[in-house]
Structures are given as C-alpha cells and as structure tokens.
C-alpha cells in the first residue's frame, strides 16, 4: 500500500546516537547498524563493518516520521507539487512514509487514476507513499466511488478531504461499504451550512478584523455525527485536523464508550491561536482555521492523554501568485512537511507543553497504527526507518530552506530549534545535511 | 565632475522619519487622533477664505484607487488633494486592468511606479492596504478594506461628534444596526474607545459579531436603550445582505420595525449621525433623517478637512505644532 522508486538498500552506522523510540521504552546512547537496509545491530561500541557512518554523537535517533495527511497535487497542479519534490520535502522532515489525499484535478476516484499515480511513485518517490482514493465519485457527495476496487489496486484509506460528506445516510452508507475494504474511512468533518464562506475563527479576532467567522461548532457537530454513525456502525474511522475543543471532548468521550476513532492535529494547530490572523498574513489561513487559545490547549492536551494519536501536517502547497493577495481571495492551505519538527520542537517541546517522547510517537507510531501500518521502531530485524535530529541546532526558515515546489509556510521568516539531520527511509538514506 | 566631500555629521539633513501610513485606527495613539482632529480644525478655518485652495501638497502626487463605488469617500479624498495643491489621479476598477484581471499586487506596483506620495485606496478585501503598503513606496491611507476598518471616516465622525458637542471623553454612542458587516462601525468602536468614549452596539442578534465586546464596547438587542445615548450613529442597512438564504432578519419591513431609528425611540436633542448612503424608512425614519438634530451634512463636511489633515499630516515631516483643545484638559 506504500510506494517508492526502486532503488539498492543501504549499509548504514549511525555513531553514538541518544536514540529514543518511545514504543520501546527506549532511551539510550547507542551505535545502529544497518545491514541492506534492515536494523542488524544495537549496541555500545559495534563494529562499523565498513558501513557508511553517520556520526551521532549529540544527536537524537528515533524512529522516522509518518505524515498521514499530505496534498502532493498530482495530478492537475504540478506546479505546486509533485511526488518526487512532495517526498523529498517529506525527507528533508524526517518522514519515512507519507499518505496523499485525493482531492487533486482529476479527484482519485477511479483505478485507473490511482494506477498512474502508484506507477509514478514507483518511479521517482524519495521515500513510500501511500494514496487515499475518495469517498465519493469527484468528491461530489453523490455517489461512493468502487471502493472495492481501489483498495485491490492500492488505496490505503478513503476520504473527501477538503469537503466533508454532507449527508448521513451517504455517510453511514461509507462506513458500511468501507469496511468491506478493511481500509480506513477518513473525515473533514465540517458543517457546510455553518462554516459558510468563513474565513478564520468565529471569536474576539474575527469580530475585530471583520472576516466572516467559522464557529467550532460546524467542525464538532460533524464530528458528533460522524461519531454516532461509527457507533451505531461499529466501524472505525479516523477524524481529520481537529481544531476545537468540543470535538476533542467529543473523540474522548466516544473512544471511552469503545468507538475505534482515531483522530489527527496539525501543528500549526497546536503552536498558533487566532491571535496570528492580525497580520493578515494569508499564509495563516487554513481549514479548518486556527482557533482560540483555549482550543489549541484542549488540543495539547488531547495530544498528551491519546484522545489524539497522530500529528498530521496537512501540507497544503499552494502557488506563490495565488497567496499574494489579500486575506480573503487567498485558498486555504499552508505546507508543512519540512517544518513540523522545528516548530514543534520550538513551540511545544522546549517550552514544556509536550514531551518529546509524545511528539515522536504521534508522529510516527501514532499515525501508522490510525492506518493500518506497521509502526516504525528500532529493534534488531526491523526495517530501518529512522531520523536522526539535531535538538540543538537553530535556524531560520527562508523560501530556500525548502525543497516542497510551494513556499506557503506560517513560519517564513522564523528562527526555530530543532533540525532533521537525516532520514533514513525503508532502509534508505533519503535525505542527510 | 562634482568633487565629492565628506559631510560634516551635524551639518547633515535630518535623516527621512519612517513612512507612515493610515491604514487601521488599531496603528495610532490617542495623541495622533488629537493632532489630526486640531489640524482639520486648523484647515476648516482656512475653507472660510474666499479662496479655498492651500500651497502646502505642491508638486505632491496623491493617487486615489477605487475597487467599490463609492461618492462620499471619493469624493472627498479627491477634493481634500486638489485643497491642498497636490496632483491627483482617480483609478477606480472598472474600465481598468482590474477588469483584464489584473492582480491587485500588479496594478499596486504599476502605479508605485509613478512614485506617487500617497496612495488612498478602497477594496473589498481586508488587507488590501496592507499589501499596497509592501510593494510601494507609497504612503498609504485605508478608504475602507472590506469589513474591517474605514479609518478617515472614524476620524471624520470624532471630528463632528467633538464638533458638535464639545466633548469625545465621556460620552455615550450607540451603533445601531449591521455591526457584523460595518468597517465604519469597526474604525468606530475603536476610535472612541481611544478617546475614552461609551459605545454601545445596538441590532439584530445575528447582526452582532461574537465577542465584539472584546473591542471595549457593549452590545445589545435592545432598541430602547438608544434613548440613554448622546449619540445614535445609524448603521446602513445593506440591501444585499437581505438576499434569500442569507437570514440575518427575516425581512427588511421587520428590521425597519424593531431596529428603525424613529423619534419614537429617541429624546429632544440627542445627536443622530449616519455615514450614507441612507435607505430612507429602513433604519433610519426620513423624520429623523431631516431633523435638525441629524448630523448627517456635517459629517460631510467634516470628512473633506478630516481627510486633508490626513493627507498633511503624512506628508509633512514629523507633528505639526498644535495648540491642544482646551476641551481636552476639561476632559
């Protein structure tokens, strides 16, 4: 169900390593050795064997990132994205595998786009992707798409993401014929009649900016129902960028009545509040928006206690000519892939909001598992899927940090802590600086 | 050739103040709208010379850039440039590259690229000014972003209701009507909020943004409580909000009924002030319109000197020297 461009496993030693894998109980200075691609040696002192050798020392090593929510805008927009400049930025982040939505021009709602999609992965992706096909016939609400012959030719999860699926009964018809698929349904839950032409958070800001306002309540209502109808299914499903406290509340209480709901956050969702938005800077727009400081609390701590498992970036790249304009003719949409370490680890590691432990297991571990995948760890026999990182290192965001085609991101211009070293993906060196 | 010689450092001209800009009422201080409000003081004097035009902005280029219809605004801008001696010249988008589509990043830099000293504009979108002010060199005055903020008119509504009744510290305003979708009632708030005014908001509960009272103001469905007012400042009722779908009230002829400003619903005396255009018999009864205590033909008048004083104040070096109103100390 993941994808990457054919090429010779490698012999890797990484040296003197702090190397942490919290699904391990893992915390210790330690050589890796890498033997054609796998995890062969854990240890004081090891033996090169010739190997290749990264020096760690000062380092950390953890298991390699998941990012389960990213638009690579293949195919229609290639000149925003594409697979190969998508999955190298997704290196230079420490990702080893990636998942791409199909909201892209044609919509993937058809084998045959979702065949030339893994044919071009398969040729030039630096690290695995994995496609999502959608719920929906073009994503139209309509029709459910042949679910069952997506999943056969690939499709590791379904999902209109971008737009919710407005009506239950289609809903509930999804979750039924989705688990026949055994992939896992996927939901922008956003309350269309209430959301409207919203623009950023309904509250003190949006009243004094004067943008239309998008209230928490057309995110949590969806979520409500798309909860209810996972009950009353008995079907997992798994909730897309969650950005209010009533649908973090929502996700507890119905994981705690036994409902399979895995859920996601960004991180520009658990470092920005609404405050942002008063630089009208159009590169903090996004849906769903940026909300109040009391939500982005209830999503760190949602994040700490599991009601939240995975941190997804949602990278959105969007073409520089189409943010330079106001606010409010902008698209939703900011990219993230190459940044979500740094700005977690400056924004909510260092001061002390979450532990470094919760950060790498929500983004790796925690975003496989919502999928199926197998988690990424460091044990002998594994496959070698690592990150190596840089705690202390700083550095300033400009537009030639990245290697993503877009430049959309909320932290331009910003000096962050916290830098990918390198990446080792499906025992592959994919990305090293 | 020149023969090139080194300066001596206190014969140097004083470096260039930073460029300043109007854009929202949120960037200046109490002392700025003071020193605004006794310069349009200084300038209403001098429109009761026979001749009405000042040296002052020669050899200036202020360019007006209009995305929305708009008279009052426009009209006044341009009237308070050519007062004041600059060049002026009038954009507005339709009959323009706006129409070809051209991006509003593009026609900013094209008409940056006549160096112009000002550049006043008007758009529908929040931040327009703001994006102006990045790719020229321009100063740049807000006519109105969207909702968001329509600074000179705020200006021009303190200089009449200070006007009018002496005082801006104290007193008690009540913003009637579409506050959700009104920059002039955002600029507004704002305003005499700096000034140490009361604002109360008065409309349809749909019609009020959430947490508007985070601006410093209260708000309230209640039409009665604009009898407590000095002030009633009548909000325009906009048609194209009433559009099927839309829902804010369930019809013009019930907003007329429950949030009309009729001389029922006021006292003797108290001040009414609308920013036009009015629709007549919709929040404003036409007796009240007409009334002596209607401000409505002096804010006009106070929006040409106010909007000059703008103008003067961003091309003139630094503050100019004002005599303080003795208001303010009773204030």
């Given at each position: 169900?993941?994808?990457?461009?054919?090429?010779?496993?490698?012999?890797?030693?990484?040296?003197?390593?702090?190397?942490?894998?919290?699904?391990?109980?893992?915390?210790?200075?330690?050589?890796?050795?890498?033997?054609?691609?796998?995890?062969?040696?854990?240890?004081?002192?090891?033996?090169?064997?010739?190997?290749?050798?990264?020096?760690?020392?000062?380092?950390?090593?953890?298991?390699?990132?998941?990012?389960?929510?990213?638009?690579?805008?293949?195919?229609?927009?290639?000149?925003?994205?594409?697979?190969?400049?998508?999955?190298?930025?997704?290196?230079?982040?420490?990702?080893?595998?990636?998942?791409?939505?199909?909201?892209?021009?044609?919509?993937?709602?058809?084998?045959?786009?979702?065949?030339?999609?893994?044919?071009?992965?398969?040729?030039?992706?630096?690290?695995?992707?994995?496609?999502?096909?959608?719920?929906?016939?073009?994503?139209?609400?309509?029709?459910?798409?042949?679910?069952?012959?997506?999943?056969?030719?690939?499709?590791?999860?379904?999902?209109?993401?971008?737009?919710?699926?407005?009506?239950?009964?289609?809903?509930?018809r999804a979750l039924q014929y989705g688990a026949v698929t055994g992939r896992r349904i996927a939901l922008h839950c956003e309350e269309r009649t209430l959301s409207g032409d919203g623009q950023m958070h309904e509250g003190e800001v949006s009243a004094e900016l004067g943008f239309t306002g998008y209230p928490s309540v057309a995110e949590s209502l969806m979520v409500e129902r798309d909860l209810a109808l996972a009950a009353y299914e008995r079907q997992p499903l798994h909730l897309l960028h969650l950005s209010a406290w009533e649908s973090v509340q929502a996700v507890r209480r119905a994981r705690a009545e036994g409902v399979q709901a895995t859920a996601e956050v960004t991180p520009h969702h658990l470092c920005l509040t609404d405050e942002a938005i008063r630089s009208l800077d159009p590169n903090l727009k996004m849906n769903p928006p940026l909300r109040s400081a009391s939500d982005r609390t209830a999503l760190i701590e949602g994040l700490k206690d599991g009601t939240i498992v995975a941190i997804a970036t949602d990278h959105a790249p969007h073409a520089r000519h189409e943010k330079e304009v106001p606010f409010e003719a902008a698209p939703f949409g900011v990219t993230g892939l190459e940044t979500a370490f740094g700005a977690l680890y400056t924004h909510l590691v260092e001061p002390g909001l979450i532990p470094l432990e919760v950060v790498l297991d929500r983004m790796s571990a925690g975003p496989a598992r919502a999928y199926g995948l197998d988690a990424p760890r460091i044990v002998v026999g594994s496959a070698a899927n690592l990150v190596l990182l840089d705690l202390n290192a700083?550095?300033?965001?400009?537009?030639?940090?990245?290697?993503?085609?877009?430049?959309?991101?909320?932290?331009?211009?910003?000096?962050?802590?916290?830098?990918?070293?390198?990446?080792?993906?499906?025992?592959?060196?994919?990305?090293?600086? | 050739?020149?023969?090139?010689?080194?300066?001596?450092?206190?014969?140097?001209?004083?470096?260039?103040?930073?460029?300043?800009?109007?854009?929202?009422?949120?960037?200046?201080?109490?002392?700025?709208?003071?020193?605004?409000?006794?310069?349009?003081?200084?300038?209403?004097?001098?429109?009761?010379?026979?001749?009405?035009?000042?040296?002052?902005?020669?050899?200036?280029?202020?360019?007006?850039?209009?995305?929305?219809?708009?008279?009052?605004?426009?009209?006044?801008?341009?009237?308070?440039?050519?007062?004041?001696?600059?060049?002026?010249?009038?954009?507005?988008?339709?009959?323009?590259?706006?129409?070809?589509?051209?991006?509003?990043?593009?026609?900013?830099?094209?008409?940056?690229?006549?160096?112009?000293?000002?550049?006043?504009?008007?758009?529908?979108?929040?931040?327009?000014?703001?994006?102006?002010?990045?790719?020229?060199?321009?100063?740049?005055?807000?006519?109105?972003?969207?909702?968001?903020?329509?600074?000179?008119?705020?200006?021009?509504?303190?200089?009449?209701?200070?006007?009018?009744?002496?005082?801006?510290?104290?007193?008690?305003?009540?913003?009637?009507?579409?506050?959700?979708?009104?920059?002039?009632?955002?600029?507004?708030?704002?305003?005499?909020?700096?000034?140490?005014?009361?604002?109360?908001?008065?409309?349809?509960?749909?019609?009020?943004?959430?947490?508007?009272?985070?601006?410093?103001?209260?708000?309230?469905?209640?039409?009665?409580?604009?009898?407590?007012?000095?002030?009633?400042?009548?909000?325009?009722?906009?048609?194209?909000?009433?559009?099927?779908?839309?829902?804010?009230?369930?019809?013009?002829?019930?907003?007329?009924?429950?949030?009309?400003?009729?001389?029922?619903?006021?006292?003797?005396?108290?001040?009414?002030?609308?920013?036009?255009?009015?629709?007549?018999?919709?929040?404003?009864?036409?007796?009240?319109?007409?009334?002596?205590?209607?401000?409505?033909?002096?804010?006009?008048?106070?929006?040409?000197?106010?909007?000059?004083?703008?103008?003067?104040?961003?091309?003139?070096?630094?503050?100019?020297?004002?005599?303080?109103?003795?208001?303010?100390?009773?204030?």
């Open positions: 169900m993941l994808f990457v461009k054919d090429a010779p496993k490698e012999n890797i030693f990484v040296r003197g390593a702090r190397v942490i894998d919290p699904g391990e109980g893992l915390d210790a200075v330690l050589d890796v050795r890498i033997d054609d691609g796998v995890i062969a040696a854990l240890g004081q002192t090891l033996d090169t064997n010739s190997h290749r050798v990264l020096d760690a020392d000062g380092l950390v090593l953890a298991p390699a990132f998941v990012d389960p929510h990213v638009h690579l805008r293949t195919p229609g927009r290639e000149d925003e994205e594409t697979i190969a400049s998508g999955t190298a930025a997704a290196a230079a982040g420490g990702y080893c595998a990636i998942l791409a939505m199909p909201n892209t021009e044609p919509v993937v709602d058809s084998a045959a786009t979702l065949g030339s999609l893994i044919e071009a992965a398969r040729a030039e992706a630096e690290i695995p992707v994995g496609f999502l096909a959608a719920i929906t016939k073009g994503q139209s609400g309509a029709e459910l798409t042949e679910m069952g012959e997506l999943a056969a030719a690939g499709a590791i999860g379904f999902s209109d993401d971008g737009v919710p699926v407005a009506a239950p009964g289609l809903m509930r700083s550095y300033r965001i400009t537009e030639e940090t990245f290697r993503s085609r877009s430049v959309n991101s909320w932290l331009l211009g910003e000096t962050v802590k916290g830098k990918v070293r390198a990446t080792i993906a499906a025992g592959r060196l994919a990305y090293s600086t | 050739m020149a023969e090139i010689r080194v300066m001596r450092e206190d014969l140097r001209p004083p470096a260039t103040p930073p460029r300043r800009h109007f854009i929202s009422i949120k960037d200046v201080t109490r002392d700025d709208v003071e020193r605004l409000l006794a310069t349009a003081r200084t300038l209403e004097r001098s429109m009761e010379r026979e001749v009405k035009k000042l040296p002052t902005l020669k050899g200036r280029l202020v360019i007006n850039v209009f995305y929305e219809s708009s008279t009052r605004t426009s009209s006044s801008f341009e009237l308070a440039a050519k007062r004041l001696s600059a060049d002026t010249m009038s954009i507005k988008s339709s009959g323009s590259s706006v129409d070809k589509g051209e991006s509003l990043k593009d026609t900013a830099i094209t008409l940056g690229a006549y160096d112009p000293d000002v550049i006043v504009i008007r758009h529908p979108q929040i931040g327009a000014p703001n994006l102006v002010a990045r790719v020229t060199e321009a100063h740049v005055v807000n006519a109105g972003d969207g909702k968001h903020q329509h600074p000179t008119q705020a200006l021009l509504d303190l200089y009449t209701m200070r006007e009018e009744l002496g005082r801006l510290e104290g007193l008690h305003v009540a913003i009637v009507g579409d506050v959700l979708h009104s920059r002039v009632a955002r600029s507004l708030i704002q305003a005499l909020a700096l000034m140490g005014a009361q604002v109360t908001l008065v409309g349809p509960p749909a019609l009020l943004p959430r947490g508007v009272e985070a601006m410093g103001c209260e708000a309230t469905t209640d039409i009665a409580v604009i009898g407590g007012a000095d002030v009633v400042y009548v909000l325009r009722m906009q048609r194209e909000r009433m559009q099927e779908g839309a829902n804010y009230v369930p019809s013009l002829r019930e907003y007329a009924a429950r949030w009309g400003v009729t001389p029922e619903r006021l006292r003797p005396g108290q001040k009414v002030m609308h920013p036009g255009p009015m629709n007549r018999g919709v929040e404003i009864d036409p007796r009240v319109a007409d009334h002596a205590d209607a401000l409505i033909e002096t804010q006009v008048r106070a929006g040409l000197v106010t909007r000059m004083a703008v103008l003067y104040d961003l091309l003139t070096s630094g503050p100019i020297e004002v005599k303080t109103e003795s208001v303010l100390e009773v204030a």
